[in-house]
Structure formats: C-alpha cells, structure tokens
T-cell receptor
Framework: DAGVTQSPTHLIKTRGQQVTLRCSPK?????VSWYQQALGQGPQFIFQ???????QRGNFPDRFSGHQFPNYSSELNVNALLLGDSALYLC?????????????FGPGTRLTVL | SQQGEEDPQALSIQEGENATMNCSYK?????LQWYRQNSGRGLVHLIL?????REKHSGRLRVTLDTSKKSSSLLITASRAADTASYFC????????????FGQGTRLTINP
C-alpha cells in the first residue's frame, strides 16, 4: 500500500520565478492538504482540496494556488517567489468521505529560493 | 499563527529513560494528534486522541489530554536512539480531517 508521495524532493529557484509541487495521496484517500514548514517551526496550513475544489484555506496570499485532479492527486503552485517562501512543503492525505480525522504526510519537497 | 506550544523546546535524555513532552493549545478542539519528524523529513503519525478521551496508549507511547487545561502530554517509555526526532502536537477544531494547527515542536535527543 503506497503512502503519500511528493515530487520533486528538492528544488532551487530564484526570486520572481514560479514553482509547481506535486502530491499523490495514500491509496484510497480523497483529500489532500498542503502545509509549509519553515526551518525550526511547525507546519502551517496552506489549503485543502476535496472533490477537486478548495475546501479550506489558511492565511497565505493568492500567490499560492492549487489544484486537485480526478485521481485525487494535487499540485501546489507558487508564483512570484520570495526568499521567504524557502521552506519544506508537506502534503497530507486523508479519507474525508468516511469521516476519518487522521492525516498522513508525505516526505516533503524542500524549496530553496535564491 | 501557531495554535499552541510544546514544552520543553528541547529534551536530551539517556537511552532507556522515559521522555515526557507537553503541548498546550488555545481554542476548543475536536482531536489532538502527535506526529514525529526525523531530520526535516515528512511527519509520521503517532497517535490521535479525541476531545472526549483522557488517555490513550500505543506501544511505548502514552498520551493524555486535559481539555479543562487545554493541554496534552506525550510519554515515550524505555527510549531508544531511534526515538531521536522532533515531536509535534496538532489540533483540529471540526470533525472530518479539517486543517491541523501545529505547535513548534519538541526536539528530543536520546543519548546512547
């Protein structure tokens, strides 16, 4: 049973560029959430996708956008990158249809903005 | 913003000893979950405790929840070197895998 997978593992971009991160949820899961974790901090919620729609959103600017595909995989897009966007981006999946509360995390994508 | 705080921020103990970490939060919750993170990698789910539960066990882990004090503790018994990691508590307010709000974590080091 495959767990949550994310790609790429590492990414280096320069200020002003755009980036796309990808996530495949755990088999059978229907919901994907994205979190940003700055160095030495706890993860911060960006947004959550369910049934291909944004279900909830945290306090992140519109530069952060996402998408969920019919196979439940998801993308996180960040436009006009800033130095402060450097962080570990974590994807988590869950099975909302069955009312499950546990979220399972992937290994993360380390984004460095120069 | 963070929901709450873990205490202590860092903990260093000898292998075989017990480790206790505390978590405080600010608002009412539905669930509280504990996660482990090794060296800036992904989070591993350890245990979930619901707001109507007071204590839960899983292997060497024991979690307590006191909703009147808005606090939780995670006890790891008979620690091992492999337990070296950062531990985070996370809360949600509504049922159905809603957004998790994390604390800043406790960095646990187990010395051989």
């Amino acid at each position: 049973d495959a767990g949550v997978t994310q790609s790429p593992t590492h990414l280096i971009k320069t200020r002003g560029q755009q980036v796309t991160l990808r996530c495949s949820p755990k088999s059978g899961h229907d919901t994907v959430s994205w979190y940003q974790q700055a160095l030495g901090q706890g993860p911060q919620f960006i947004f959550q996708y369910y049934e291909e729609e944004e279900r909830q959103r945290g306090n992140f600017p519109d530069r952060f956008s996402g998408h969920q595909f019919p196979n439940y995989s998801s993308e996180l897009n960040v436009n006009a990158l800033l130095l402060g966007d450097s962080a570990l981006y974590l994807c988590a999946s869950s099975l909302v249809k069955q009312g499950a509360d546990t979220q399972y995390f992937g290994p993360g994508t380390r984004l460095t903005v120069l | 913003s963070q929901q709450g705080e873990e205490d202590p921020q860092a903990l260093s103990i000898q292998e075989g000893e017990n480790a206790t970490m505390n978590c405080s939060y600010k608002t009412s919750i539905n669930n509280l979950q504990w996660y482990r993170q090794n060296s800036g990698r992904g989070l591993v789910h350890l245990i979930l405790i619901r707001s109507n539960e007071r204590e839960k066990h899983s292997g060497r882990l024991r979690v307590t929840l006191d909703t009147s004090k808005k606090s939780s503790s995670l006890l790891i018994t008979a620690s091992r070197a492999a337990d070296t990691a950062s531990y985070f508590c996370a809360t949600d307010r509504v049922r159905g895998a809603q957004k998790l709000v994390f604390g800043q974590g406790t960095r646990l080091t187990i010395n051989p």
